[in-house]
Every structure is written in C-alpha cells, then in structure tokens.
C-alpha cells in the first residue's frame, strides 16, 4: 500500500500530495474546482484506488479535462510512461476516486476549473486527515466491501471551515460511491457530490 506524504502549497495555485514512491509509473491527477466549493469552500475526500496496469493504460472513453490544461503540463511534466488525469467537482462536500496503476504511484492537485473568475492564487487547501483500508457495507444487500485509503482535504473559502471538514470526512460512507451519492465519471475518475446521500438524508 502507497504510503501518503502530505505537501501544502500556502497561496499556490496546486495544492497536492503524492504517494512515496516518485520512481514508478505515475497517476498525475488534477481535481478541478467549481462553485459553489470554489469559492464558498468544503471538503473533497480524495480516494486512490489501485487497478491493474493494463485497465490503468487504457482509455475509459471518458472526458479528461487535464489533458488540454497547459498550466498542469508547463508546471509538472510527467514521463512518458505516465498518465493525466482530471475531474470536476463542485459540491461542498465532494469525493473523488481515481485510478492509479498497482505497483505505480500517484499525486494529485487542486485547481480552479480553466475559464474561472477566480484568482489562482487564492486558492489554498489543507489535509485534516488521512484514514486507511476499512470496509462499509450497504445498507440494504448487506454487501461488504473494502474502502480506503482516503485523505480529507479542506478548500478553504467563506462559508466552511476546518472542523467541518473533519466532521463530513469522518461521517460520509465511501463504499458504494454511485448507489450513495450523485456521480460523474471522467477518465479513470469518479467525481460525486457527497452532500446528500440517498441511504441517509
């Protein structure tokens, strides 16, 4: 299992974290914020999920917007063994999953959506925590399933603060993701809107 080495980038526009290992293939992840969590701030929880490398290489089929993101790929080159990935998200609490190859690596990033009335610089992030494999079961089936490792990231913005994004990462259910809450698949990323979950509210 990835080993998760928090960075904060205070007053950058990429605030991100990567796991140990920065010698083997790498998931380059760009989560792109919309209002209302840009903005108005929240939480995404941010869930690595390890697949085989041959499903890793091939294309979903999916939108991908980092691909075109110039300020990504001027930034952090990658090599050419690896591969960008994008998501959006918007609710103020989201959960994004994506792919990365096993025996790989990842780091992801956070970044106003291309095109935003929204100064680059302003946007900051911090982890409040990190949590590692555990399980959820669905609450009608009774399935069990493995879930984790996640971080929780705190958008700062004026309406949500720190303890908040505590509290909504250590309450929201990340098994089942596409049963429980709304979501939209990007490639080798899911992106759900976390605020309402069916089971629950």
Same mark, same amino acid.
């Given at each position: 299992?990835?080993?998760?080495?928090?960075?904060?980038?205070?007053?950058?526009?990429?605030?991100?974290?990567?796991?140990?290992?920065?010698?083997?293939?790498?998931?380059?992840? @760009?989560?792109? !914020?919309?209002?209302?969590?840009? $903005?108005?701030? $929240?939480? =995404?929880? /941010?869930?690595?999920?390890?697949? #085989? @490398?041959?499903?890793?290489?091939?294309?979903?089929?999916?939108?991908?917007?980092?691909?075109?993101?110039?300020?990504?790929?001027?930034?952090?080159? +990658?090599?050419?063994?690896?591969?960008?990935?994008?998501a959006v998200a918007?609710? /103020?609490? #989201? +959960?994004?999953?994506?792919?990365?190859?096993?025996?790989?690596?990842?780091?992801?990033?956070?970044?106003?959506?291309?095109?935003?009335?929204?100064?680059?610089?302003?946007?900051?992030?911090?982890?409040?925590? +990190?949590?590692? /494999?555990?399980?959820?079961? *669905?609450?009608? #089936?009774?399935?069990?399933?493995? /879930?984790?490792?996640?971080?929780?990231? *705190?958008?700062?913005? @004026?309406? *949500?603060?720190?303890?908040?994004?505590? +509290?909504?990462? #250590?309450?929201?259910?990340?098994?089942?993701?596409?049963?429980r809450y709304s979501?939209?698949?990007?490639? *080798? =990323? !899911?992106s759900c809107s976390?605020?309402?979950?069916?089971?629950?509210?």
């Open positions: 299992m990835a080993i998760l080495l928090p960075i904060l980038l205070a007053g950058s526009s990429y605030s991100y974290a990567v796991a140990e290992d920065k010698k083997k293939m790498l998931s380059d992840v @760009t989560i792109y !914020l919309k209002p209302p969590i840009l $903005g108005r701030g $929240g939480t =995404v929880i /941010v869930l690595p999920k390890q697949v #085989s @490398t041959e499903d890793w290489r091939q294309s979903t089929g999916f939108e991908n917007p980092a691909l075109n993101d110039q300020r990504v790929s001027s930034a952090k080159p +990658i090599g050419d063994a690896d591969r960008r990935l994008g918007s609710d /103020v609490v #989201s +959960i994004v999953q994506f792919d990365y190859p096993e025996d790989g690596t990842f780091r992801f990033r956070f970044a106003p959506f291309p095109g935003a009335d929204y100064p680059m610089e302003k946007l900051g992030t911090k982890q409040v925590s +990190i949590g590692g /494999v555990g399980q959820d079961m *669905h609450p009608v #089936s009774q399935e069990i399933v493995n /879930v984790g490792p996640l971080q929780v990231m *705190h958008i700062l913005g @004026t309406d *949500h603060s720190e303890e908040e994004s505590r +509290i909504a990462g #250590s309450a929201k259910r990340i098994g089942f993701l596409t049963e979501c939209v698949k990007f490639d *080798h =990323v !899911l976390a605020s309402k979950d069916r089971f629950h509210d």
